[in-house]
């Protein structure tokens, strides 16, 4: 984890995320293949960086759960 702002992310909302005030994550598509997450209420405290190929295989496994739910 950074807690510093990537150079030159452009930060999207989760589509799962809502107007409520709830439980809301952003995300940025790096150069270099990497992926970016933050927690957009706390935007400061820190981002998450992981490899596409780690990005892609946990949304895999999140999609194969609710899925199956």
């Known amino acids: 984890m950074t807690t510093h702002e990537p150079a030159g992310a452009h930060w999207f909302r989760s589509s ?5 005030g709830g439980e809301c994550v952003e995300g940025a598509r790096l150069g270099g293949r990497v992926m970016a997450v933050r927690d957009s209420k706390d935007p400061g405290r ?24």
């Open 16 to 20: 799962y995320s809502n107007n409520q």
């Open 46 to 69: 820190g981002v998450c960086v992981f490899p596409a190929a780690a990005w892609l295989a946990f949304v895999h496994e999140v999609k194969s759960v609710d899925t199956a739910a």
